[in-house]
């Protein structure tokens, strides 16, 4: 089972209605189970236009990280990995 949700950021998923509905599910999961429920990687800059209130919700209210390649690689992905193993502060439960 996955109780954390990775968001990859891009100008594409920022203007994609069927990716606006996915966030508000990610701010429910954040309300719900704590800050640390998901990782937002940023690939490039959001065009303003293009920033709703939700997104900037969520990229200023958990972790998140700017994709790297070449030099800062390596380092970008010793912390995503170490985000994503981090225990949730509340772990969700399942009613019978």
Known sequence: ????????????????????????????????????VFLLIMLKNIDSNHMTNQLRAILYSGPSLRYQTGVGEDLFWAVA????????EHLPTALV
């Open 1 to 36: 089972k996955s109780w954390k949700v990775v968001v990859i950021l891009s100008n594409e998923f920022a203007k994609s209605e069927w990716c606006q509905w996915e966030v508000d599910v990610v701010q429910e999961r954040r309300r719900r189970y704590g800050r640390d």
């Open 81 to 88: 990995i170490e985000t994503l193993r981090k225990p949730l």
